[in-house]
């Protein structure tokens, strides 16, 4: 009796222990199946697009779906002046809550994220306000799930945007460009759009991503929750402002030193003597050089309402080149004056002569009174004519009662005077030109004077423009 009951005890111990092996063995076998994503999908039942796809991931309609938006400046490609477009690459991550999502890790051998198409769960109508052309970004069409029910989509994003640009400390300019982002549809009391970084983290993290390729540094990064309102209709935004500051060298000195040279050389050219006429040949050479850097420059400014004052100082010296053309051609024409018998008008004598030479400190050799030396040898250029057809007249009548020598010295006489009235002649016209080249010179030296004052005067005003930061 007693090895009956002791079999019986060995062999329900023996029952027990084949069950726990077997209950151990499903237990393993359940978990290798609870592995599996396709297992996770279905407890998920992510077939039901109705639930997941069609609808707002909410269990309540009148509770808004939080959208957290991050971005990272990642890239300046181009700021288009022309267009006045940013084309910028960007790192997008965007997350929400899918309240219809949720599983336990432990169940399914601690999975707490797991990645699914796009085109299996709900997703914002993501709209940027600023966007102009098409999408051409990379597409990644993934989306994070977690357990708790939270969705990740992350994605760069190629974009040209607008971006109204202020080229007036061109280019020593700096300029800000936005980027918002926002439902299309849905409302503030659908969607509510917030920022998941705040300014200095995003501006540091767009620092150490920030791949420095073009002609433009990124300053900062400014970010702000909105709310836009249309129509009377409230809708969230999250708006990105991206602060630029363009690297100037390549117009430093492709444009700016080369205007710079061409001007000094024009000034020097003012030194050149006005007689030979070599001056004003070199002087449109240099305009004709100027003119190509005005096209060049034309072809790199924006089509803006507001013009860059690098545009205005070049203008300017633009214009104060032809005023000195045109003052050379007027001093060629005073010398041209000079080799005729033509006098210097009275008014240009006065204003020119007297008043503008005192003002340049330039000495005059000009004679008030061009008769008065005349006078003190008793005759004036005028009575020479007459008086030497008088002593022919008295010549003829007293030819036969004077004597050989009287005849002679009446002769003598009259040589004499026609000598003296072509010298007196000689006199005047050399007279003449002579105020008509000090005229000329007065002149030439108050457009060089003036060509030297406005041309300090406007770079003095273009460097304090380009010092004063413009944001």
């Given at each position: 009796?007693?090895h009956?009951?002791?079999?019986?005890?060995?062999?329900?111990?023996?029952?027990?222990?084949?069950i726990?092996?077997?209950?151990?063995?499903?237990?393993?076998?359940?978990?290798?199946?609870s592995?599996?994503?396709?297992?996770?999908?279905?407890h998920?039942?992510?077939t039901?697009?109705?639930r997941?796809?069609?609808?707002?991931?909410?269990?309540?309609?009148?509770?808004?779906?939080?959208?957290?938006?991050?971005?990272?400046?990642?890239?300046?490609?181009?700021?288009?002046?022309?267009?006045?477009?940013?084309?910028?690459l960007?790192?997008?991550?965007?997350?929400?809550?899918?309240s219809?999502?949720?599983?336990?890790?432990?169940?399914f051998c601690?999975?707490?994220?797991?990645?699914?198409p796009?085109?299996?769960?709900?997703?914002?109508?993501?709209?940027?306000?600023?966007?102009?052309?098409?999408?051409?970004?990379?597409?990644?069409?993934?989306l994070?799930?977690?357990?708790?029910?939270?969705?990740?989509?992350?994605?760069?994003?190629?974009?040209?945007?607008?971006?109204?640009?202020?080229?007036?400390?061109?280019?020593?300019?700096?300029?800000?460009?936005?980027?918002?982002?926002?439902?299309?549809?849905?409302?503030?009391?659908?969607?509510?759009?917030v920022?998941?970084?705040?300014?200095?983290?995003?501006?540091?993290?767009?620092?150490d991503?920030?791949?420095?390729?073009g002609?433009?540094?990124?300053?900062?990064?400014d970010?702000?929750?909105?709310?836009?309102?249309?129509s009377?209709?409230?809708?969230?935004?999250?708006?990105?402002?991206?602060?630029?500051?363009?690297?100037?060298?390549?117009?430093?000195?492709?444009?700016?030193?080369?205007?710079?040279?061409?001007?000094?050389?024009?000034?020097?050219?003012?030194f050149?003597?006005?007689?030979?006429?070599e001056r004003?040949?070199f002087?449109?050479?240099?305009?004709?050089?100027?003119?190509?850097?005005?096209?060049?420059?034309?072809?790199?400014?924006p089509?803006?309402?507001?013009?860059?004052?690098?545009?205005?100082?070049?203008?300017?010296?633009?214009?104060?080149?032809?005023?000195?053309?045109?003052?050379?051609?007027?001093?060629?024409?005073m010398?041209?004056?000079?080799?005729?018998?033509?006098?210097?008008?009275?008014?240009?004598?006065?204003?020119?002569?007297?008043?503008?030479?005192?003002v340049?400190l330039?000495?005059?050799?000009?004679t008030?009174?061009?008769?008065?030396d005349?006078?003190?040898?008793?005759?004036?250029?005028?009575?020479?004519?007459?008086?030497?057809?008088?002593?022919?007249?008295?010549?003829?009548?007293?030819?036969?009662?004077?004597?050989?020598?009287?005849?002679?010295?009446?002769?003598?006489?009259?040589?004499?005077?026609?000598?003296?009235?072509?010298?007196?002649?000689?006199?005047?016209?050399?007279e003449?030109?002579?105020?008509?080249?000090?005229?000329?010179y007065?002149?030439?030296?108050?457009?060089?004077?003036?060509?030297?004052?406005?041309?300090?005067?406007?770079?003095g005003?273009?460097?304090?423009?380009?010092?004063?930061?413009?944001?």
């Amino acid at each position: 009796m007693f090895h009956k009951i002791t079999l019986i005890h060995t062999v329900m111990a023996k029952s027990d222990l084949i069950i726990l092996i077997i209950f151990a063995h499903l237990d393993v076998l359940f978990s290798e199946d609870s592995c599996e994503y396709f297992q996770l999908m279905e407890h998920l039942k992510l077939t039901d697009s109705v639930r997941f796809l069609q609808s707002r991931p909410v269990d309540d309609w009148r509770k808004p779906t939080q959208v957290f938006i991050d971005s990272t400046v990642a890239n300046i490609i181009q700021l288009e002046g022309t267009t006045q477009s940013l084309i910028s690459l960007l790192w997008l991550d965007m997350k929400w809550k899918n309240s219809f999502i949720s599983w336990d890790p432990n169940e399914f051998c601690g999975m707490e994220s797991m990645t699914m198409p796009l085109d299996l769960l709900w997703l914002p109508d993501l709209y940027i306000y600023e966007i102009m052309d098409d999408d051409v970004s990379p597409v990644v069409n993934v989306l994070e799930v977690k357990h708790d029910g939270s969705v990740k989509q992350s994605k760069p994003i190629r974009l040209v945007s607008a971006c109204k640009l202020d080229i007036f400390g061109f280019p020593f300019d700096t300029q800000r460009c936005t980027i918002t982002f926002g439902p299309y549809v849905h409302t503030v009391e659908q969607i509510t759009m917030v920022a998941a970084s705040n300014s200095s983290v995003v501006t540091q993290l767009s620092r150490d991503n920030f791949s420095k390729r073009g002609e433009w540094e990124l300053l900062h990064i400014d970010v702000q929750n909105l709310n836009l309102s249309f129509s009377g209709i409230l809708y969230s935004q999250v708006k990105y402002t991206i602060t630029l500051k363009r690297i100037p060298i390549v117009y430093v000195v492709n444009l700016i030193c080369p205007a710079g040279f061409l001007i000094i050389l024009d000034f020097a050219g003012m030194f050149i003597s006005v007689t030979g006429g070599e001056r004003l040949g070199f002087k449109i050479t240099v305009v004709l050089g100027f003119l190509v850097l005005l096209l060049i420059l034309n072809d790199q400014l924006p089509n803006t309402d507001v013009s860059p004052i690098l545009g205005v100082f070049c203008l300017l010296c633009f214009a104060l080149m032809i005023i000195s053309i045109m003052g050379t051609i007027g001093v060629l024409y005073m010398v041209e004056m000079s080799s005729m018998s033509s006098e210097v008008p009275s008014w240009m004598k006065k204003w020119v002569l007297k008043h503008m030479a005192k003002v340049l400190l330039v000495k005059t050799s000009h004679t008030a009174d061009a008769g008065a030396d005349e006078n003190i040898i008793g005759f004036s250029n005028s009575s020479v004519p007459s008086t030497s057809i008088q002593m022919k007249k008295a010549l003829e009548k007293t030819s036969r009662k004077d004597s050989n020598e009287a005849i002679l010295l009446k002769k003598l006489l009259l040589e004499i005077l026609m000598i003296r009235r072509h010298l007196a002649n000689a006199r005047l016209k050399e007279e003449s030109q002579n105020d008509w080249h000090m005229v000329a010179y007065v002149l030439d030296r108050f457009i060089c004077i003036f060509y030297f004052c406005s041309i300090v005067i406007s770079m003095g005003v273009l460097i304090t423009v380009w010092a004063i930061p413009h944001i």
